[in-house]
């Protein structure tokens, strides 16, 4: 079971609490998390990544075990912790003013 | 008895204010979306208890907000605002051409007769239309695609499709209008556009004359003459008596003409009203003074409006989508401001107290009349 934490703004969006976790076939990937999280929660679509880029929002980061992972390619595996389920995958609104 | 509710969008959420009748109590709920931006928000004349919003961010983009109970609940519809096609490219801020890019939903036009069609005007400027309730939507590509798209350039505010505007007497009839390229009529339902911008001039262009590239701000009509509009440009106050074709200035005596809102009273098609801002480097009333301007002749003479209204110290800016008036009798207005004032008045702008004080700043108001 992955886990994926949500901004504050996205778990009000999706009506979730901080963590969701989702069943996700094979090695988990940002591809196949955000798939299976949009899946899931189809109001997230666009909010994260472009309907048909697929490309991260510039404001959004994705960070994991410590780890910067926004610019790793969308089909790289994602740590092993993640994979486990020992560390949450976060998806992070940058911060910025306003 | 019949009462009304004021949709209000601002930089931090949307609030819904209610009253009966009277429009002397009034009771405030919100925030809807607490933190989002909500561009616009506005009720269906078919079913007014279908409401639909926009909600963005500069994080997570463009949400659409549908509600069916009046605004009490709300449920996500569609997001994809793909345009038609490929998009294209038009002109940027430097003179280099710069591809049309989706940011966000500047305001919705609901469909006079179908509580589950809705128009949505979007920068970069387009016009899109759902027929699904909001599920899906579909750009009206005539527009964007017009012989002169190439050439239009964003406003400071970005290139925004700001005014939607449905004739009621006729349904293939649709007005729109675009900061900075000016104003457009399709007469066949929204497939094909010609810009209706003869008479505008605009000294912040090369040519003042152009066909396109005027900076309009806003456009009303009284729905039972479609054919007299009347605009607020960037700077000027202009009627058209034919539906666009042509303009003439009706500033008058206004102490500026510079300003953003137009409306036009319910029942009185020859009475308008604007709020004028100081210039466009200075987005402020004149003098410190908030005074909204009321023309019972269709414009040209003006009178101010200042009874209950700050008339010192007072430098907040009043937006092209923060005014609207009810349909009661006497027929009552409201503005926001972007110091988070909600102004209403229920005698036709003689008198104006505040419904709310201290809320983010004001993006938008819209009005519904309840039977």
Redesign the interface.
Known sequence: MIRVVLPQHLRALARVGEEVELHVEGPPTQRSVLDALEARYPMLRGTIRGHTTLQRRPFVRFFACEQDLSHEPADAPLPEPVASGAEPFMVVGAMAGG | MSGVRVLVGTRKGAFVLTADGKRDRWKVCGPH????EIYHLKGSPAEPDRIYGSQT???????MQRSDDGGETWE?VG??F?YDGVPGTHMWYDGTQHPWQFARVWHLEPSLTDPDTVYAGVEDAALFRSTDGGRTWSELAGLRGHPSGPSWQPGAGGMCLHTVLLDPSNSKRIFAAISAAGAFRSDDGGTTWRPINQGLKSQGIPDPNAEVGHCVHRIAMHPSRPSVLFMQKHWDVMRSDNAGDSWHEVSGNLPTDFGFPIEVHAHEPETIYVVPITSDSHHFPPEGKLRVYRSRTGGNEWEPLTKGLPQQDCYVNVLRDAMAVDRLDPCGIYFGTSGGQVYGSSDSGTTWAPIVRDLPAVLSVEVQTLP
């Open positions: 979306f607490p933190g989002w961010s500069g994080w997570f983009g463009q949400v996500t997001n994809e793909a």
